[in-house]
């Protein structure tokens, strides 16, 4: 029961497309999974004391940067630069939002927790800077608008094989 209990190590994860059993890329940093609700206070019609309700108006969902080291995926890449524009037209993709699915992993592979990122489209693109005079990975930036997150646990995650 303790591994049910244990949390997630942020240093293994996996990015695929939603319901693919195969990974998109390799990514090594993931950020700005972030959902905040607006509201609204009223008063309730039928409540002599005056006291205000707050009520879920609008949900929004911040942008999320997914970052790796460069590599020769073109594929995900294709998806990604057809969200711009080309020489003369707009962008040339034509379905340009996808599901994403970024899974947390155990020690073992094991996929613990998944979060599908709702209709992922590219909005940014970023490459570090390149600089001869130290020796660092190359790494790029990718960063999806969302129009929603949902979170699912994996039941069998931590539980300890049968001896």
């Not at 879920?56 to 590599?71: D, M, W």
């Not at 570090?128 to 790029?140: K, T």
Request: aromatic share 8%; proline share 6%; charged share 20%.
């Amino acid at each position: 029961m303790e591994g049910l209990f244990s949390p997630a190590v942020s240093y293994q994860f996996e990015v695929r497309p939603a319901g693919s059993g195969s990974s998109v890329a390799a990514f090594t940093k993931m950020s700005g999974i972030k959902m905040q609700v607006e509201t609204l206070q009223v008063r309730s019609g039928n409540d002599i004391r005056g006291v205000k309700e707050y009520v879920p108006v609008f949900t929004r969902y911040a942008p999320v940067k997914l970052s790796r080291g460069v590599v020769g995926d073109n594929d995900f890449m294709d998806w990604i630069l057809s969200a711009s524009a080309g020489d003369f037209t707009g962008p040339t993709g034509a379905n340009l939002r996808r599901d994403l699915d970024v899974i947390a992993m155990d020690e073992h592979k094991t996929p613990l927790v998944t979060w599908t990122l709702k209709g992922a489209l590219p909005i940014g693109y970023e490459l570090s800077p390149m600089d001869a005079a130290r020796s660092e990975v190359l790494i790029e930036d990718v960063t999806f608008a969302v129009i929603g997150v949902t979170r699912v646990t994996n039941p069998s995650a931590g539980k300890q094989p049968a001896s």
